[in-house]
């Protein structure tokens, strides 16, 4: 008998099995989404949010094809200060230290203004996000996407810098990835919208299950290998030709930028939206403003400087700022039970960083 229950149950798909008499009930797993969360007050807000729209007989239910929920990610599930973003630090190794690599000026530039900002303190110069941006595009013109791919996986196994037990690549919030399994649980689709590149972020984001078709960040123009000057419109590409980045850019996915990329790409109007800086606030606008449904929008406040490295000034400034916006807060400090999993510590930084593993055969 009981190998019939055994059978009939299955091992792998059950909680508990009873018998009443004859009868066998089955009773399905449970999964506990939010183990690394304390209870507070933006939880509460997205798991009653969540609870309404899919609520078939709530006046708010969202259908499942219109659950769209956009992530931005530096600073809002992968973290970004040690010291600095990961492009950042990648386009710091890339002009200065990647010996394989003779870098133009204006991109030696860009990038020793990277390290003085992370190792002296000395201010970026203005609209640097664009200055990094062209540079990035030149830094990385002619790779393959494959070779592109290889290359920020290999930077991503480096030890992060500012912390003991973790690399880049492992820097994952680890309570806002709770967050993305709820969602997929309850029928939204996440997308990630960020100001990176966008292969940068695709390479990231490939450990934790995203697809490459749900991220949207900083573009530069491709061509295939052998087309050289002519226009797409006018050369048919081989089939064994690859795809290679050129130093045209195409977007910054910024602010306003963010939303037009949403709207191209994704063709509806999200109803969630999660972000960390103003740089987001306009992809937050967007959501909160869907004429049709029901939105929420979220602003991460790094405010922990135990556990990460943070500004509690800035921290505090836009935690109002945000509040005063109608975004709901989440605080690192306060809400997370833990940051960046067991066995991470925050530690001092060091400079110079080592980078020779990634140059030795």
Not at 43 to 68: C, G, H, M, W
Not at 180 to 193: E, H, I, P, S
Request: charged content about 25%.
């Amino acid at each position: 008998m009981i190998a019939a229950i055994l059978a009939i149950c299955g091992a792998s798909v059950f909680t508990s099995c009873s018998k009443d008499d004859d009868n066998v009930s089955i009773v399905p797993p449970t999964t506990e989404y939010f183990t690394l969360w304390n209870q507070c007050e933006a939880l509460t807000a997205l798991q009653d949010y969540v609870k309404d729209v899919t609520d078939p007989a709530s006046k708010n239910f969202i259908k499942e094809e219109d659950r769209i929920a956009t992530f931005d990610m530096d600073g809002t599930f992968v973290g970004e200060l040690y010291p600095t973003y990961f492009e950042y630090n990648l386009l710091e190794y890339r002009a200065l230290d990647d010996a394989s690599y003779e870098a133009p000026k204006d991109v030696m530039e860009a990038a020793q203004a990277i390290r003085d900002f992370v190792r002296n303190g000395k201010k970026l110069p203005d609209q640097f996000d664009m200055v990094h941006a062209y540079a990035a595009a030149k830094a990385y013109s002619g790779m393959t996407l494959a070779e592109f791919d290889a290359y920020v996986k290999a930077y991503a196994q480096q030890p992060a810098n500012g912390f003991s037990g973790m690399t880049y690549g492992q820097s994952f919030y680890k309570p806002m990835l709770e967050v993305f399994d709820y969602l997929k649980a309850n029928g939204f689709t996440c997308y990630v919208v960020s100001g990176s590149d966008r292969f940068i972020c695709r390479a990231l984001v490939e450990s934790i299950g995203i697809p490459s078709n749900r991220v949207i960040g900083m573009d530069v123009k491709l061509r295939s290998r052998s087309q050289g000057t002519e226009a797409g419109v006018n050369y048919t590409m081989g089939q064994k030709e690859d795809l290679v980045r050129t130093d045209e850019l195409i977007i910054k996915n910024l602010k306003t930028n963010k939303v037009l990329q949403i709207s191209q790409e994704i063709g509806k109007v999200p109803v969630l939206s999660f972000g960390n800086s103003s740089g987001d606030c306009s992809m937050h606008n967007y959501a909160l403003g869907n004429p049709q449904y029901k939105t929420a929008a979220f602003m991460l406040v790094a405010d922990d400087d135990i556990r990460d490295h943070a500004d509690l000034a800035e921290g505090a400034k836009r935690e109002a700022k945000w509040r005063e916006a109608g975004y709901h807060i989440i605080s690192m400090k306060n809400d997370f039970k833990t940051i960046y999993g067991d066995g991470v510590v925050k530690t001092a930084f060091t400079f110079p960083v080592d980078t020779s593993a990634l140059t030795e055969n």
